[in-house]
């Protein structure tokens, strides 16, 4: 529960800050409806990325918690 709550989290920052970051390199920041284009664009950048987040999540931090364990033994 934790972990899927952190992934909820996560892709809707992850979504929001490419977004932003997509936008502003394909029309300008803050041009004429930056925003209204930006704001469009969360919503399905969150369906893709989510998905993915959570998907990955329990990998990526087993594969993090190995890396870890590894350098206590040297």
Known sequence: ???ATFG???GVLTSSYVTFLGTGIKQGLFTDDF???WFSL???AYIVVTP???LTGP???KVVDKIFDW???K
């Open 1 to 3: 529960q934790k972990l």
């Open 8 to 10: 909820l989290l996560i």
């Open 35 to 37: 925003f209204v284009n």
């Open 42 to 44: 969360i919503p399905k």
């Open 52 to 54: 993915f987040i959570l």
């Open 59 to 61: 990998l990526v931090r």
């Open 71 to 73: 350098r206590k033994v």
